[in-house]
């Protein structure tokens, strides 16, 4: 009998340590304990195509950020994304923002070329160079109605 409560009692430890240390593990894969600040950066798009909170933001390839906040702008109805980069980059003013996808069925992600000027852009500023994300059945239909 002993030794059966022995055995269920270890299998039950193993299991809570495996559970503990599996949410450690994905807790900072996602950032939950990370407390660090974030550059957020407005942009202004009339189209964002399949844009969600969460997508990345890249810099030539490299992932420096992510999407924040999706909101329309009830005024003039375009689309603020708030984008969240690492506080150690330096954006110049003159960047471009544009929607851009991974090949055909690839995720939508947020990509900056870095501009020439020597401001950058401060937290809760607005990017100026936008870019719509481009869809290819607008591309289709401009073509074939056009």
Known sequence: MSKRINIEFSLGLL???ISI???FYYSNKIDIFNNDEALKINSSFFDIGNINIGND???NGVKV???SNIT???ENFMAIITTSIEENIKIPNDSVFKISNNGFIGSPYVEIQLGNSL???NNDDYSINNID???LEEIINNFIFK
């Open 72 to 74: 329309l702008n009830h």
């Open 57 to 59: 933001v890249k810099i």
């Open 65 to 67: 950020g992510e999407v």
């Open 133 to 135: 994300a481009v869809s």
């Open 21 to 23: 240390t599996c949410f």
């Open 119 to 121: 401001e950058s852009l």
């Open 15 to 17: 299991i809570l340590i």
